[in-house]
């Protein structure tokens, strides 16, 4: 069985005072009995600080994006060198918002993956549909497609430990959210690609999350599908409480 994996992305929210408040929180709330594994993707600047403050919980840290790079003239940018050397374990790479609005593409993806593993960060990578080509009926083509050039390149071993987020563009952030038995099915389409792209056994040990308008109010319905191994959470990751029953629901799966 897949252990679940609930992860917050904090997005470009909380100053530094939030973030500490947030975690004494956290931590306060979570139980050493959790199964889920638990983890915070906080802005850039707090994350070796919270690297620091999750230490001796069962909270662990991640970063928003990084570059594929180990280092060069990319002003504003953070190497996978960088996120090692501070404890920094997950990255969250392709999501929707940073394809939008930084131009990042299903190429510069497969790119920051392979790095990502060739420098021992566990990638998270988020794939989805926009709502037109959801209605389109392009949902399936469009993942797969994603999921496909996301991994050129990768080897069994490394595919095997990663995370794919299925995030559909109109459900982040919109209050919207797919039923669980949509989620599902394109969860287990995801899976099936896997499959031809490795095998079996490599497409069931890689845990598939669940991100868009995730709360304590769906997560279980969620959960409780076959291929929904967890959930990516937006506003949901920002209030201790809330996250805290949304990890509370993964360990009850």
């Known amino acids: 069985m897949r252990k679940p994996i609930i992860a917050g992305n904090w997005k470009m929210y909380k ?3 939030e973030a500490i408040s947030f ?3 956290l931590t306060g709330k979570l139980k050493e009995s959790d199964q889920a594994d638990t ?3 906080p802005p850039a600047p707090y994350l070796a600080t919270l690297v620091e403050k999750a230490k001796g ?3 662990r840290i991640g970063a928003q994006t990084m570059h594929e790079e180990v280092e060069g003239a990319f002003t504003g940018e953070i190497s996978p060198t960088m996120l090692k050397s501070i404890g920094v374990e997950f990255v969250v790479l392709g999501h929707s918002e940073r394809r939008q609005y930084y ?3 299903d190429e510069s993806v497969n790119l920051k993956v392979k790095s990502a593993f060739e420098h021992k960060l566990t990638p998270i990578v988020c794939v989805g549909e926009t709502l037109e080509q959801r209605e389109g009926n392009e949902t399936s083509a469009v993942v797969s497609d994603q999921v496909k050039k996301a991994f050129a390149g990768v080897n069994e071993t490394d595919a095997s430990s990663s995370i794919v987020a299925y995030e559909p563009v109109w459900a982040i952030g919109t209050g919207r959210t797919a039923t669980a038995e949509d989620a599902n099915e394109v969860c287990a389409q995801i899976r099936t690609v896997l499959t031809d792209l490795y095998s079996e056994t490599v497409a069931q040990a890689i ?3 669940y991100g868009g308008s995730v709360k304590p109010g769906n997560i279980e319905e969620l959960l409780s599908m ?3 191994d967890g959930a990516l959470v937006g506003g949901a990751s920002l209030d201790p409480e809330s996250f805290a029953a949304l990890v509370e629901a993964g360990s009850n799966v």
Do not use: G, K, L, P
Request: proline content about 0%.
């Open 103 to 105: 131009n990042e593409t």
């Open 226 to 228: 076959s291929d929904i």
């Open 207 to 209: 845990r598939i999350q």
């Open 23 to 25: 975690m004494d929180a």
């Open 39 to 41: 983890v915070i993707c």
């Open 57 to 59: 919980s069962t909270v």
């Open 15 to 17: 100053t530094m005072d």
